[in-house]
């Protein structure tokens, strides 16, 4: 159940709400929302006389909403929501691409590749400074230097990045840098995370993760928006499965599936997904088709020298002609 406030509710009649349902003894957590503030109650809330609080003048309304997941649910909002960086904008109709390598390798690959997927239409890069790999003995990200190739990639386009933050140690220093923060997969349940990240400022990018239930997928970003942080896009980027020709299963239904359950936006990243270069654009197109608010997709110059994920990777011709592609179906072109 979500108790909204009325934006100019007074802090004494905060207060006293909440003073109400410590009475009734049910747990409850207070959210201050970009626009109203809520009370969010979990537990048995049918015995419950609320009419104390549904008669305070700064109560909007009550919402018995039956999902776990109540702010990231439609019932709660039913317009989608619309995240705006620098100039770009993803859900509520507008679709984005973000491109760029897996990993910031040099500043030289970082600008090349920045400059190459802006001409071919990219709205935003990609880099990661911090990565999550499977060997410890794998490149393991270029750090605080990586940050700054990817701001000196920004200064140079102009266009905004994400990049992913892996722990809290280095939360203040990536949110310093970044446009938008990713939370990926192998962290999608790491809570104190997803804690920190509702109180960040920027929009958070969340990946699903590698078996986690749509339901499981949108209590994390719940987690998020919990802390007061609404600007949570979603990530499909393929999940477990019995195959293994393909590094994943892109998990198409999940595209829908959200759409039919939340209003937050949701793009597909096809490179994790399928892990084959050759894969990616029928994957992309089939993700836009389904109704994708947008892509991310990995591009390296030289795929053969990546010191992360180049067998996935296009090179900058080939992801031109994804986004000819993808433009045709979105009716940009
Ligand atoms: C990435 O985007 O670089 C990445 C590691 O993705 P995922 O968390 O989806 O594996
Ligand atoms: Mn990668």
């Known amino acids: 159940m979500l108790i909204v406030l009325r934006s100019k509710a007074p802090q004494e009649e905060v207060e006293k709400i909440h003073h109400g349902l410590l009475q009734m003894a049910v747990e409850s957590s207070f959210v201050a929302g970009p626009q109203q503030s809520v009370f969010a109650l979990t537990g048995d809330t049918s015995k419950l006389n609320l009419t104390a609080i549904t008669t ?9 909403i039956q999902q776990p997941y109540m702010l990231a649910s439609r019932t709660f909002q039913p317009s989608d929501t619309t995240i705006e960086i620098g100039g770009c904008k ?29 001409s071919h239409g990219a709205s935003m890069l990609r880099g990661g400074a911090y990565k999550p790999r499977t060997s410890p003995y794998s490149f393991q990200g270029l750090g605080e230097t990586g940050l700054k190739i990817l701001a000196r990639a920004r200064e140079a386009t102009g266009l905004p990045f994400v990049t992913e933050v892996m722990c809290l140690e280095t939360f203040d220093l990536v949110e310093a840098y970044a446009d938008v923060i990713q939370i990926g997969t192998r962290n999608m349940q790491n809570f104190p995370l997803l804690k920190r990240a509702g109180k960040s400022t920027k929009p958070i990018l969340l990946k699903r993760g590698l078996s986690a239930t749509l339901e499981e997928f949108l209590m994390s970003a719940e987690y998020i928006m919990a802390g007061g942080n609404y600007n949570v896009i979603l990530c499909e980027r393929g999940i477990r499965t019995f195959d293994t020709y393909t590094r994943n299963t892109l998990d198409i239904s999940l595209i829908p599936a959200v759409k039919e359950l939340s209003h937050l936006p949701i793009i597909v990243d096809p490179s994790h997904a399928c892990g084959k270069w050759s894969m990616v654009e029928p994957l992309a197109k089939a993700a836009i088709a389904a109704g994708a608010d947008g892509l991310i997709i990995e591009v390296h110059h030289q795929p053969e020298q990546a010191l992360c994920d180049g067998a996935q990777s296009l090179k900058p011709q080939k992801f031109g002609s994804l986004m000819s592609s993808v433009f045709k179906m979105m009716g940009t072109v």
């Open 56 to 64: 305070n003048q700064y109560v909007e309304k009550v919402m018995n």
């Open 90 to 118: 993803i859900g509520g109709g507008h679709r984005a691409v973000i491109a760029g390598p897996c990993s910031v390798e040099s500043e030289e690959q970082m600008i090349q590749t920045a400059t190459l997927v802006q």
